[in-house]
């Protein structure tokens, strides 16, 4: 499995507090059955800021580290982006990083709110040729309470990235329910761990994608997983509703079911 979205580069953020504790969330990482993981710290969010460079160091560090205690992860390089006034301008600044060197970018939006700017600057990226990709849009107070402010972006071209502790109900059946409703609108294309550490905030992919298969299909399973390859590979995702490809699937097996 791909992982777009998680914290264990040490050194820069509430991620990883060190290199051992990087190193053991990469054995978990590997245990979850995830190959390579994107490593996007935190940017701009009013407590941390890590540009480009820093990041890119760092990750070529820890692939070192990784490979001499005989750990196979792959570590790309990313950065989860706050929206602030000056993204579009560090960006070409050569401030950001997109995810793995691709056009997708990682954006997040404050907890309680869509900001102002948000189409806006949306907008702007994909003029440029960038595909924004929002982190956890099911975590945002506006967006659980009308999610059509999210949808709109995602008419516009930006594609939601559903966290997968909120999948699995660790974080509440109400966000559990809010993610499921979200892959139902086809809002959401992409499942990532976020993950922080071992213990509060673990990978946990493969449990998230069991919660999909059991209550939305295996074909909705493989459309989430297969994006997060288009991402790294700077391929174009699918968009496809492949909800209504597997309710067409349900109806035509429920009418051979009856004929037989
Ligand atoms: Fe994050």
Redo the contacts with the bound molecule.
Sequence with gaps: MIDI???ILPFMDDGAADWDAALTMAQAAGKDGISTVVA?P?HANGVYLNPAPNIGQAVEQLNQRLRQAGVMLQVLPGQ?IRIYSDLLNDLEQGQLLTLAGSRYILL?MPSSRVPRTMEETCHELLIQGFVPVI??PERNAEVAADPSKLTRLIELGALGQLTAQSLAGTFGSKLQKLSLDLCRRNAVHVIAS?A?DNQHRPFGLSEAYGVLTKELGATATDFFRQNALKIIGNEDIIRADYLQSHTKLHRLFGFFSRKG
């Design positions: 979205h998680s914290h996007t935190h989860e997040e982190a956890h976020d922080h």
